[in-house]
């Protein structure tokens, strides 16, 4: 008969994990090209640090009028300075980090500046005044920019079915124009 009872402990285990994902946050996408990579460039570093030490020896002897305390205040000032060894941060490298920021803002302002352009109330914000300014100059045409009308999908299908008559596809129809059937 004790054969026949269940183990409801991985069944436990599985529900509070379980409710542990409920209070999980939301993972983010973020742009790679924004991200600082290795922007960090250190040769060495200085510190400064301040140290008491407060301690109190006491020594016991077989004998008491041997015995004594020993009180001693240990009080320090350090200045640190680290120099690293083999560091990557030569005037090269600091130069390729700086046009590579540089080109990472100019490429972020191209992708933002006709919104910002087109958006006459960010003049009048005091809060975006920066990019505003960032901005003021750049016209990025609108004839310039191809917007394909319908669906990339619907159009590669419709393709696929001009390549191929005899197939008879799922939601068998043309979406494009009439004039193309």
């Not at 301690?55 to 001693?72: I, K, V």
């Given at each position: 008969m004790e054969i026949a009872r269940m183990n409801y402990y991985f069944t436990g285990a599985l529900i509070i994990l379980f409710v542990l994902l409920c209070?999980?946050?939301p993972a983010h996408p973020r742009n790679e090209y924004l991200n600082n990579g290795t922007n960090t460039c250190s040769t060495g570093d200085l510190s400064l640090s301040v140290e008491q030490r407060d301690?109190?020896?006491?020594?016991?002897?077989?004998?008491?009028?041997?015995?004594?305390?020993?009180?001693?205040?240990?009080?320090?000032?350090?200045?640190?300075?680290?120099?690293?060894?083999?560091?990557a941060c030569t005037d090269e490298f600091k130069?390729?980090?700086?046009?590579?920021?540089e080109l990472k803002q100019q490429l972020e302002l191209m992708?933002?500046?006709?919104?910002?352009?087109?958006?006459?109330?960010?003049n009048n914000n005091p809060n975006f005044k920066l990019l505003v300014s960032k901005c003021s100059?750049?016209?990025i045409p609108d004839d310039k920019i191809?917007?394909?009308?319908?669906?990339?999908?619907?159009?590669?299908?419709?393709?696929?079915?001009?390549?191929?008559p005899d197939i008879k596809l799922m939601g068998d129809k043309f979406i494009g124009p009439k004039d193309e059937q």
């Open positions: 209070f999980m946050k301690s109190e020896n006491s020594y016991r002897h077989f004998n008491p009028d041997n015995n004594y305390t020993s009180p001693s205040d240990d009080r320090s000032l350090r200045l640190t300075w680290r120099h690293y060894l083999g560091s130069a390729v980090q700086q046009e590579n920021m992708k933002m500046c006709g919104k910002v352009n087109k958006n006459p109330t960010l100059g750049i016209v191809i917007k394909p009308e319908g669906s990339y999908w619907d159009s590669i299908k419709d393709d696929y079915k001009k390549e191929n």
